[in-house]
């Protein structure tokens, strides 16, 4: 199924389960709807299983969102509790439209929690309270934490929340990360489980090769070997060590959350020559989470990281900005960083949505069905891999889901041919009718909404301009000269930020580069 395909199944209302192999273009289509939603002033609640998928789409935990918080189960009496919660209660009775990123790690109790939590909250024996629920992931992705009797642990589609839900299968079958037909073979081979000699023999050819890049991301199953590099590769470096703090504002539960889920870290510390990966898309600058790099040096006016990056360009890494919207598009939380991390090494399950040029891959100690397709799925091409090792585990997948996943093409591509064949003019008319009956409007107010869309792009820079208003512009002729007076005439920072209507940090930044302080 086409991405246009999907999108056409989701204006008309239906209960979707959004899939495909990893680099399919799922966020991408999930992102168009929300924005097609939000457009047409139709009320979205956007979360994900985990923290990190839901900073993809600028959303928040189901957990939180529902009320459920870290239960696995809740009894009718403790579901009535939630309702006394008027926030809660406003948040789940809003929306027309709720959609459920990286479902893969959602187990079916959880699923089926969600289900009972919205019927209550929206007086509806409707499955999820009448909501249009989007679910989007790959099962071959990693699986559920959650380990138990009945439904806990087992896989959403087992589950009696998803024979509920009964979606519309959408499996996207376009590629928009791998780049050789080679490759695509052995991955698919994991997917299927039909991993065979010369599966094998293609990954043999890659284990210490050369690939075309100086400083790769290297890959490994467990935390401890990843910060251990990164520190130990860091520490080599003889240059001066620069900090980056991350700021946030808004609710601080959100605010924290978000911090605990981003990839940026919440203290960034960086020298030069240090490897680096943006962790963020940012399209207009032409890069994208997984684009990687190396500190060249930190730029005069700012002192924020120059990046040098594969194809010889070099690029500012400015501070961006990752938040939590409600149903109506208002910031709840926001958290500001400088979207880079060191990226000598990264965990596979934070991996997770990039796409990688090149890297090396460690699955020697591979502990769980999954996470070789995880790791190797995130890098383009054969000639971008370089294997370290794996075990037996490395290249396994759930049998039942290999079964299943079968079922769901077939589901996906019956489903796209009746779209396909089907009436332009009925197609819109289904669309119509879904944002009328979701309060939404037909004619969407296109220059506003564009116009808040670019606002939410640039919130950072907006609202330090208010306070700052030369934040981030080039330093002027004489204003070293002054900057220093002022300092060492024992000025504050703040006061001299002030003067110059610049942000504190921008101050302390100048002040080392004209070698005043070595803090």
């Known amino acids: 199924m086409t991405q246009e395909q999907a999108l056409n199944i989701l204006k008309s209302g239906d209960n979707v389960f959004l899939t495909g192999a990893a680099g399919s273009g799922k966020t991408y289509v999930l992102n168009q709807y929300i924005s097609y939603l939000r457009s047409h002033g139709v009320a979205v609640a956007v979360t994900a299983s985990t923290g990190i998928a839901a900073t993809h789409l600028n959303g928040t935990t189901i957990h939180s969102w529902s009320g459920m918080g870290i239960n696995d189960t809740l009894t009718d009496q403790e579901i009535k509790g939630l309702s006394r919660n008027a926030r809660t209660a406003k948040r789940i009775s809003t929306p027309a439209v709720l959609i459920i990123d990286e479902v893969s790690m959602l187990d079916a109790s959880r699923l089926q929690l969600v289900n009972r939590i919205t019927r209550y909250f929206r007086s509806s024996?409707?499955?999820?309270?009448?909501?249009?629920?989007?679910?989007?992931?790959?099962?071959?992705?990693?699986?559920?934490?959650?380990?138990?009797?009945?439904?806990?642990?087992?896989?959403?589609?087992?589950?009696?929340?998803?024979?509920?839900?009964?979606?519309?299968?959408?499996?996207?079958?376009?590629?928009?990360?791998?780049?050789?037909?080679?490759?695509?073979?052995?991955?698919?081979?994991?997917?299927?489980?039909?991993?065979?000699?010369?599966?094998?023999?293609?990954?043999?050819?890659?284990?210490?090769?050369?690939?075309?890049?100086?400083?790769?991301?290297?890959?490994?199953?467990?935390?401890?070997?990843?910060?251990?590099?990164?520190?130990?590769?860091?520490?080599?470096?003889?240059?001066?060590?620069?900090?980056?703090?991350?700021?946030?504002?808004?609710?601080?539960?959100?605010?924290?959350?978000?911090?605990?889920?981003?990839?940026?870290?919440?203290?960034?510390?960086?020298?030069?020559?240090?490897?680096?990966?943006?962790?963020?898309?940012?399209?207009?600058?032409?890069?994208?989470?997984?684009?990687?790099?190396?500190?060249?040096?930190?730029?005069?006016?700012?002192?924020?990281?120059?990046?040098?990056?594969?194809?010889?360009?070099?690029?500012?890494?400015?501070?961006?900005?990752?938040?939590?919207?409600?149903?109506?598009?208002?910031?709840?939380?926001?958290?500001?960083?400088?979207?880079?991390?060191?990226?000598?090494?990264?965990?596979?399950?934070?991996?997770?949505?990039?796409?990688?040029?090149?890297?090396?891959?460690?699955?020697?100690?591979?502990?769980?069905?999954?996470?070789?397709?995880?790791?190797?799925?995130?890098?383009?091409?054969?000639?971008?891999?370089?294997?370290?090792?794996?075990?037996?585990?490395?290249?396994?997948?759930?049998?039942?889901?290999?079964?299943?996943?079968?079922?769901?093409?077939?589901?996906?591509?019956?489903?796209?041919?009746?779209?396909?064949?089907?009436?332009?003019?009925?197609?819109?008319?289904?669309?119509e009718k879904f944002l009328k009956n979701s309060g939404g409007q037909l004619a969407p107010k296109k220059e506003k909404f564009e116009e808040k869309n670019k606002k939410e792009k640039s919130t950072y820079l907006t609202d330090i301009r208010k306070k700052y208003s030369n934040a981030y512009t080039p330093w002027k002729e004489g204003d070293d000269e002054l900057l220093t007076t002022m300092f060492q005439s024992g000025i504050a920072r703040e006061k001299i930020g002030e003067f110059f209507k610049r942000q504190p940090g921008s101050i302390t930044m100048r002040l080392k580069k004209l070698g005043l302080i070595e803090e």
């Open 125 to 431: 024996f409707a499955p999820f309270g009448g909501l249009q629920v989007v679910v989007s992931g790959d099962f071959f992705q990693l699986p559920p934490v959650y380990k138990g009797q009945g439904e806990e642990g087992k896989m959403a589609f087992q589950g009696t929340g998803w024979q509920d839900l009964a979606p519309t299968i959408c499996y996207l079958s376009e590629q928009h990360r791998q780049e050789d037909d080679a490759y695509l073979a052995v991955l698919n081979a994991i997917r299927d489980n039909a991993v065979d000699e010369g599966t094998y023999a293609l990954l043999e050819e890659r284990f210490q090769a050369e690939i075309p890049h100086a400083k790769p991301a290297r890959l490994f199953p467990h935390n401890f070997n990843v910060d251990s590099k990164n520190d130990k590769e860091l520490d080599q470096l003889a240059g001066k060590t620069e900090v980056f703090e991350m700021t946030s504002s808004g609710n601080k539960k959100v605010s924290q959350a978000l911090i605990k889920s981003c990839l940026a870290p919440e203290r960034l510390v960086v020298k030069k020559e240090a490897v680096v990966m943006f962790v963020k898309n940012n399209f207009e600058r032409k890069v994208v989470n997984g684009t990687m790099g190396i500190i060249e040096d930190f730029d005069s006016a700012t002192g924020y990281p120059v990046v040098r990056l594969k194809d010889g360009r070099r690029v500012v890494a400015i501070p961006d900005s990752w938040h939590v919207q409600d149903d109506s598009g208002k910031i709840l939380a926001q958290i500001t960083q400088i979207p880079l991390r060191l990226a000598w090494a990264i965990t596979i399950h934070k991996s997770q949505g990039m796409s990688l040029d090149a890297a090396e891959i460690d699955l020697s100690r591979a502990f769980s069905p999954g996470m070789g397709y995880v790791a190797l799925s995130r890098v383009r091409s054969l000639s971008g891999l370089r294997l370290l090792g794996f075990n037996n585990t490395a290249l396994q997948v759930h049998d039942l889901v290999s079964q299943v996943d079968a079922g769901f093409k077939e589901l996906s591509a019956i489903k796209a041919r009746e779209v396909e064949a089907k009436d332009k003019g009925l197609l819109k008319s289904e669309h």
